[in-house]
């Protein structure tokens, strides 16, 4: 077994909040499939009206997951600012929750305030943002408590393109006529 000159424990901390941030901004977009392309894609056709036009939304994704990525680097330094040594599975959850919960509900509100769309919406996104963020968190915080930081990393990696590849096939089985729209 290789050695490294020093142990995880020891490194500075940014070697661990940079993979902790990549596992948890993976298993967030891993999330975020399942939740708008298979679970909510009957809600988004029924409120088409007050979003933007399909194409642009798709052409939009990657601004939406550039902000998943500085929100995951935000949760993965905020869990070893506050939990340090202590944080965990169940310390990223817990605060995972309560972040993505309290900026969901903040954000949502205000986007309400300011445009025209369903009140559902808000409820609905605040929900599955509080979901996507505490599994985010988990995943981080798994992360962040490994002696092998980036070896855990790389088995989140596997299981979120995992998840994706079976989002891909339950929506082409399931809910072929939402595919079939894309």
Not at 31 to 36: I, M, R
Not at 103 to 118: E, F
Not at 149 to 169: F, K, N, S, T, Y
């Amino acid at each position: 077994m290789k050695t490294s000159a020093r142990p995880e424990s020891v490194r500075p901390p940014g070697v661990r909040i940079s993979a902790g941030a990549l596992a948890a901004w993976l298993i967030y977009l891993a999330v975020d499939f399942w939740g708008h392309a298979v679970l909510l894609s009957n809600y988004w056709k029924e409120t088409s009206a007050y979003w933007r036009p399909e194409g642009e939304l798709f052409r939009l994704v990657p601004v939406g997951y550039l902000s998943f990525a500085i929100y995951c680097v935000a949760l993965a330094w905020l869990l070893v600012r506050l939990y340090g040594d202590r944080v965990g599975l169940a310390a990223g959850l817990r605060f995972g929750a309560i972040a993505g919960f309290v900026s969901g509900a903040a954000i949502w509100l205000g986007v309400y305030s300011a445009m025209r769309m369903p009140l559902s919406a808000v409820a609905l996104f605040t929900l599955w943002g509080t979901v996507e963020s505490a599994l985010a968190g988990t995943a981080a915080g798994s992360v962040l408590a490994s002696e092998r930081p980036w070896r855990r990393a790389g088995w989140l990696a596997g299981l979120a393109v995992v998840l994706i590849i079976a989002g891909v096939l339950v929506q082409n089985i399931f809910f072929p006529q939402a595919a079939a729209q894309k």
